[in-house]
């Protein structure tokens, strides 16, 4: 029994201190502060014997009846201005803006706000519209209209530095201040404006009429251009159609085309075989007739040249036999009549016997000796006979031959005969150069040409004479030379 009251007792007293707790601790909300009055309390920053004790974000302990415990808002407030101001000109004008505005977040701001509007937060925006208005009168009468309107900045930041101790003493912060609208009742600004207002109306009507000038050279291109398609396309149309007109006519044309082109090429092809056959038949005579014919008359040449040849060395081998045999003849003749004259001499003939004998044996000598002769002169003359021979039937085949070997042979000295010409000259004058000098030289040079020339006339004009000899010996053949 008495266990229970005990339990009862004790938890009634946990129940009740819980209870007392809760009612005495307090919490500070974030946007907050608790100021707690009723004992001297020492703030750190504040000094002693404030008489209150202030905190934020977070929780104390507050003896009920013996402390009062009152809370200070840290939320944004804000106040509509509308001002009456005068101008630096005299002008008035009416400035309306806005403020916003809170208490500072640091103790002395907190302390300095709970003293002045702890009980009267709602007339905080009163307040500090009286303040600002004071403050904008102040300072919009030092300005011009011109000033304030061109540079709102400034009034901006001359009135927020010209407030900014005064709030400061009534620990609020000014957050952000606007000057919205500047109000004219007087009509000043718009005047001011019309200037510029014409202003600007005169450049928007001459960009205007610029504009419509632009459009409408814009537009007359756009139809120019239009035109110009319209003129291009008509013209590819065109253009299109004589291209297939072309083609068609082209198309119409190509069998006949193609049946000329086929002859044509036919006749080229015929051409070719005809030129062909031309130049197969050339070689074909080249190799039957010229090639066969230069061949027999390079043989008969040779031939001739050969037989030639061969019968003139007959002809000197049989003159110099001749020759020989005389001169043996005449030797054994000599030697003979000398052994008879010795031997006679030796039997003792007498003087004129042995001088007889001499004298015959001389005779006969001589006689041996000059039979030798005659016979040599006659293989000479013979040899001689048969060169003439020779040289009549070459000239009577080939005179041209002959006369030109002769020619040849002289050569050198029918050249030194026409240089003669120029043995005594001293000066000359050529008028062309060395050009003239080379035809001089020429001129002379070609003389042997005139006398072959001249040759052959004289050949064309002669007979050759018959041979003397009844039994002439057998020509000989001679080749061109």
């Known amino acids: ?162 407030c900014g101790t005064e709030m400061e003493k009534l620990g609020l912060i000014v957050d952000s201040l606007q000057i919205h609208e500047i109000e004219d009742p007087t009509g000043y600004i718009k005047n001011l404006a019309m200037p510029h207002a014409a202003a600007v109306q005169r450049d928007a009507r001459i960009a205007q009429a610029e504009a419509n000038r632009l459009a409408t050279e814009a537009e007359q291109t756009a139809s120019a251009r239009m035109a110009e398609a319209t003129r291009d396309s008509e013209i590819l149309q065109a253009g299109y159609q004589a291209e297939r007109d072309k083609a068609a006519a082209t198309a119409r044309q190509a069998g006949p085309l193609s049946e000329a082109a086929a002859r044509q090429e036919v006749v080229v092809q015929e051409t070719r075989v005809a030129e062909l056959e031309a130049y197969r038949r050339e070689q074909q005579l080249q190799a039957d007739v010229r090639k066969p014919a230069d061949a027999a008359a390079y043989e008969m040449r040779t031939r001739a040249e050969a037989e030639r040849d061969a019968r003139i060395s007959a002809a000197q081998a049989q003159a110099r036999e001749t020759e020989l045999a005389a001169a043996a003849e005449a030797t054994r003749v000599t030697t003979a009549a000398k052994a008879d004259a010795a031997a006679t001499e030796a039997r003792g003939m007498a003087a004129a016997k042995a001088t007889r004998v001499t004298g015959e044996a001389e005779a006969a000598a001589t006689e041996a000796k000059g039979l030798a002769e005659a016979a040599s002169a006659r293989a000479k003359g013979l040899a001689e006979a048969e060169g003439i021979k020779a040289r009549a039937a070459a000239l009577a085949e080939n005179q041209e031959a002959v006369v030109a070997q002769q020619l040849a042979e002289n050569w050198p000295a029918i050249v030194r005969a026409g240089a003669g010409a120029f043995e005594k000259v001293d000066h000359m004058v050529l008028l062309n150069g060395a050009e003239g000098m080379s035809e001089m030289f020429t001129k002379a040079l070609t003389m042997g040409g005139a006398g072959l020339g001249l040759a052959r006339q004289l050949l064309s004009t002669m007979t050759p004479a018959p041979p003397a000899d009844p039994t002439p010996p057998t020509p000989i053949p001679v080749a061109d030379a």
């Open 1 to 162: 029994m008495h266990i229970g009251v005990i339990a009862g007792i004790a938890l009634a007293a946990v129940l009740a201190l819980i209870g007392l707790f809760k009612l005495m601790w307090r919490v500070a909300e974030p946007n907050e502060a608790l100021v707690i009055s009723g004992s001297a309390h020492k703030t750190e920053g504040l000094g002693d014997g404030m008489g209150f004790r202030i905190v934020t974000g977070r929780g104390t302990l507050v003896v009920p009846g013996v402390q009062a415990v009152r809370k200070l808002s840290l939320d944004l407030n804000e106040t509509q201005l509308s001002v009456d101001c005068v101008t630096h000109q005299g002008i008035p004008l009416r400035v309306k803006g806005v403020v916003i505005f809170k208490i500072g977040d640091d103790l002395v701001s907190i302390a300095n706000a709970a003293r002045r509007f702890l009980d009267q937060q709602k007339i905080m925006p009163e307040r500090v519209h009286i303040v600002f208005a004071g403050h904008l009168r102040a300072i919009v009468g030092g300005l011009t209209v011109e000033d304030m309107i061109r540079d709102r900045e400034k009034l901006t930041g001359q009135t927020r530095a010209a």
